[in-house]
């Protein structure tokens, strides 16, 4: 077997020295026919990450016992081991080999191993703060044996179980176990659950700890969930920070018993809400307008894809009216046209605490553009705002160019998929030329023709303080819900 380093060959005594370090161990040359196995281990900021990765599903069991032969540095930093791609026949080989107190973060997601493989390394789990296991297949059998680990285990700080199958009954003792672990402070969970989910939000009145819930689509939340979870928030002895809630089938009258725990008079420590994808309705908008109006901890609010239309957006902005604390603000695909963009562009010029909006997905138009316009040349705390597909052609580049030439707060601009040529272009470009405080601008897929793309071209050459400007057509199959996250990492 060979090995290389990221600066030169080092003995394996020198292994637990080296401050940055990765190497790869294949197998002997002659087998290169042979399914390949790979281990990448590095050491970063006092961490080792071990990636264990079999491309074709299948690993030598001597390659794991050659890991085996550095135990003896092992001992000596926190462990992070990930695993791609593995059957069953490894893992008794794994928890061998990694069952001490320094593995402290595992990883297996996609792996699809089933309860029987899971069984084998739970006795290694007993001291781990990390688990990953999406896509594994647990089934309720793997939920009850992973339930006793929360039991014994006081380090775990996070589980992701996402996409196990566990159904109502795995999810019953997950929650079962909750009331008793102290140590948990991230849970994700995406499965067909109902009972399972009333379970789970009657145990967080018991437990004090958790400060992040995900819950994804299968995971239904009824009113009645609704209310238990709301009265947990109530409590003052419930410590959750964020909740992220999608595709739950969460329906008004539950978002409203959820807005009525989050009013200011309530004792919630809730920073970050995030209800994607729900049937809320113009109901739902208002019922977090009236919370949006007294609390004075929320500094994120997710709303993608609720259904709030013009109504819900105007509610949510009269609230902004008077809110400071909102930093994020995400309102894509929510059917909004001129009426609720002129309400929310009248909210930000009152508003001076929100730094993120996104408006992607909606109807603004060249229309809606001179509303948000105004709303800029006065407004100083928005710094990154997403209009992706909004049907936004040169009027409204021009128009909204025209605004930023004195706006110095706006740092980051998302005009991706809309109807902008060389002559919206063009505007952009001079704004560009003379703007110093933009420096992230998205024209992903529009219009834009050779005149317009050599004006850009010519503001990088000029303006060096931008970090990130982007025009050309993409590929239409990438997801563009994902655009304004993945450039903006708006949360």
């Not at 002997?28 to 990450?49: H, I, M, Y």
């Not at 290694?124 to 339930?147: M, S």
């Not at 009824?222 to 964020?242: M, P, W, Y």
């Not at 128009?399 to 030439?405: G, K, Y």
């Amino acid at each position: 077997m060979t090995f290389s380093t990221s600066r030169k060959k080092r003995a394996r005594n020198d292994i637990s020295t080296e401050s940055n370090f990765t190497f790869s161990i294949y197998l002997p040359e002659g087998e290169q026919n042979s399914k390949p196995a790979l281990w990448f281990p590095s050491k970063l900021n006092d961490e080792l990450v071990l990636y264990i990765i079999d491309f074709l599903g299948f690993i030598e069991a001597n390659c794991l016992e050659y890991v085996g032969q550095y135990k003896q540095i092992l001992p000596l930093v926190p462990i992070r081991l990930v695993v791609t791609n593995f059957q069953a026949k490894p893992f008794n080989l794994i928890a061998t080999c990694f069952n001490s107190n320094n593995l402290k973060q595992l990883d297996l997601r996609y792996n699809g191993i089933g309860h029987e493989a899971f069984s084998l390394i739970t006795p290694a789990l007993h001291n781990l703060q990390h688990i990953n296991l999406q896509y594994n297949d647990l089934g309720t059998a793997g939920a009850y044996l992973l339930a006793a680990v929360l039991k014994k285990n006081t380090s775990i700080r996070y589980l992701d179980l996402r996409q196990n199958n566990i159904g109502d009954a795995g999810l019953h003792v997950i929650a079962d176990a909750l009331e008793s672990n102290k140590s948990l402070k991230h849970l994700f969970l995406e499965d067909e659950a109902t009972a399972g989910t009333n379970a789970l939000m009657a145990a967080l009145s018991s437990n004090s700890t958790l400060v992040e819930l995900g819950l994804y689509y299968g995971v239904f939340i009824s009113d009645f969930a609704a209310n238990l979870l709301a009265n947990a928030l109530c409590t003052g002895h419930v410590h959750l920070k964020r909740l992220e809630f999608r595709g739950n089938f969460l329906q008004p009258d539950g978002v409203k018993a959820i807005s009525k725990a989050l009013d200011g008079i309530k004792k919630s420590e809730l920073e970050d809400l995030m209800l994607d994808y729900q049937p809320l309705g113009k109901e739902g908008g208002v019922a977090l307008s009236h919370c949006l109006k007294t609390n004075p901890i929320l500094v994120s609010i997710s709303l993608k894809d609720t259904g709030l239309e013009d109504e819900g957006a105007a509610a949510l902005a009269e609230a902004l009216k008077g809110n400071n604390t909102l930093k994020c603000l995400g309102l894509q695909c929510n059917t909004i046209k001129l009426s609720g963009i002129s309400a929310l562009a009248c909210a930000l010029k009152h508003n001076q605490g929100l730094e993120q909006l996104d408006l992607s997905y909606n109807f603004i138009g060249d229309e809606g553009v001179p509303h948000l316009s105004d709303a800029l040349k006065c407004n100083n705390s928005l710094k990154r705002l997403g209009l992706i597909s909004n049907q936004i052609g040169n009027s409204g580049a021009i128009v909204l160019a025209d605004a930023l030439r004195t706006n110095m707060c706006l740092s980051r601009l998302c005009l991706g998929h809309n109807l902008i040529d060389d002559t919206g272009a063009i505007a952009i470009a001079e704004l560009l030329l003379t703007n110093r405080y933009l420096k992230e601008v998205n024209l992903l897929n529009n219009k834009l023709g050779s005149l317009g793309q050599e004006c850009l071209e010519e503001v990088l050459l000029i303006n060096t303080g931008i970090e990130r400007l982007v025009w050309s057509t993409i590929d239409t199959t990438i997801n563009p819900c994902q655009e304004f996250d993945q450039i903006f990492c708006m949360q």
